[in-house]
């Protein structure tokens, strides 16, 4: 079962995918990691979502430029070009005969420890890099059906503390705010700043309309996300004033519409938030016509 922004239409084809492990093609049951590998040990490792259209990965470029910005933030020696690294994944989506409706876990790690240490001194192997693709079509009903948030009480951190731009696999703090949320009846938690203005959601961003004017984080404490960049550009390329500022959660309550954005499920109309109706409750006019703006933009991205 899948809930909110990334519910999914279930595939039996999944059984049988294989997933690429260093280089390897392994059965799904058969593809793991070792016990002392740094993202299972430590989280010590960054990932991307990818989503597969007409055979061709949406925004690749930007997916890897932030890939191996991240890495380099955590100093991994990746070990391997982006030119490599694209081929691996097409020979990947080519071994599974996978062209459309398909979603990607790109993770790369570290690599092995020597033993159980945070130390990168302890290091025995070359860095990890697993390419788990699914056969995964976004449910249809969360482009129209709202979602519902709760702003949680756990906060998006300073850069000082542990950087919210980087996707790495630490991600406790957006699970307990995705508990918290879930605990509250809701779909995804709402999550602000250590100012306590609005930042993102636990795995997607945040998007409000008013009055024709689309608003979104001041991105300080959000990660550099794909699809929220795309956006934030589109609204620009069609006359659409867009903000990226700070605001707080009564803004979000008188709001007009409400949306979030991620690479699997686009953009999600958003009817609910901490019991408060969000507009009318439905998907507007103005996440109506972002909606098709952003499948046109991926459409011409993917047919290049």
Not at 31 to 38: G, I, K, L
Not at 148 to 172: A, E, M
Request: with cysteine; hydrophobic share 40%.
């Amino acid at each position: 079962m899948s809930y909110g922004s990334h519910a999914y239409v279930p595939d039996d084809r999944n059984a049988s995918v294989l997933f690429n492990v260093n280089g390897e093609l392994v059965r799904r049951d058969k593809a793991v990691v070792n016990v002392f590998d740094s993202g299972f040990m430590l989280g010590d490792g960054v990932w991307e979502g990818l989503r597969v259209h007409g055979g061709r990965v949406a925004f690749l470029d930007d997916h890897l430029e932030r890939l191996w910005e991240g890495a380099a933030a955590l100093d991994i020696d990746i070990g391997l070009t982006k030119a490599a690294l694209t081929t691996r994944i097409y020979e990947t989506l080519s071994a599974n005969e996978m062209v459309e409706d398909v979603h990607i876990r790109l993770m790369l790690t570290r690599g092995l420890r020597s033993t159980p240490y945070q130390d990168p001194r302890v290091i025995i192997s070359d860095a990890t890099i697993v390419i788990a693709p699914e056969f995964k079509k976004a449910n249809p009903a969360t482009a129209v059906n709202p979602l519902r948030l709760y702003t949680v009480s756990v906060r998006r951190g300073r850069s000082d503390v542990q950087d919210p731009g980087l996707n790495s696999h630490s991600k406790i703090n957006c699970v307990t705010a995705c508990i918290q949320a879930i605990k509250a009846g809701a779909d995804e938690g709402l999550m602000l700043d250590p100012q306590g203005f609005v930042a993102t959601c636990n795995s997607t961003h945040f998007f409000i309309v008013r009055k024709g004017e689309v608003w979104t984080s001041s991105g300080d404490y959000c990660l550099g996300g794909i699809t929220r960049g795309k956006i934030v550009d589109l609204c620009k390329a069609n006359d659409i004033p867009v903000f990226e500022k700070n605001f707080s959660l009564m803004k979000c309550y008188s709001a007009d519409e409400a949306f979030t954005t991620g690479t699997f499920a686009g953009l999600a109309p958003v009817g609910d938030i901490d019991g408060r109706k969000i507009g009318d409750g439905k998907r507007g006019p103005m996440v109506e016509r972002l909606q098709k703006l952003y499948l046109d933009l991926i459409h011409k991205d993917t047919s290049a």
